[in-house]
């Protein structure tokens, strides 16, 4: 059983950057796209972005060109560098992986984490 651990979290500054990071155990992320969803408080889960197991990576608009997703099969590692960050991107941000291919909805991921917070300020 794939089992998901995010990292990285924490409170920064309008403009600021964070790196979360995705840990896998139980299993390889060769194979599979892992994507990245977050959840603001009252706010249903939404897609951030995803990397598929080509390495090809898409992104949700509210995020693209500010964010990027990467991965280290190697270390069973992938990665979303956030940058230029607003309040707006406050959220509990969580990975997920499923076979193959990227999907922007929930229900197709068969393995979630826990979920990492972040948390920026004006």
């Known amino acids: 059983q794939l089992q998901l651990v995010e990292s990285g979290g924490g409170s920064v500054e309008f403009g600021g950057s964070l790196r979360l990071s995705c840990a896998a155990s139980g299993g390889t992320l060769e194979y599979r796209a892992i994507a990245w969803f977050r959840q603001a408080l009252g706010k249903g889960r939404e897609a951030v972005g995803c990397?598929?197991?080509?390495?090809?990576?898409t992104y949700a608009d509210s995020v693209k060109g500010r964010f990027s997703i990467s991965r280290d099969n190697a270390k069973n590692m992938v990665y979303l560098q956030m940058n230029s960050l607003k309040p707006e991107d406050t959220a509990f941000y969580y990975c997920?992986?499923?076979?193959?291919?990227?999907?922007?909805?929930?229900?197709?991921?068969?393995?979630w984490g826990q979920g990492t917070h972040v948390t920026v300020s004006s």
């Open positions: 997920a992986a499923q076979l193959y291919y990227c999907s922007t909805y929930v229900s197709d991921f068969d393995s």
């Open positions: 990397i598929d197991s080509r390495d090809d990576t």
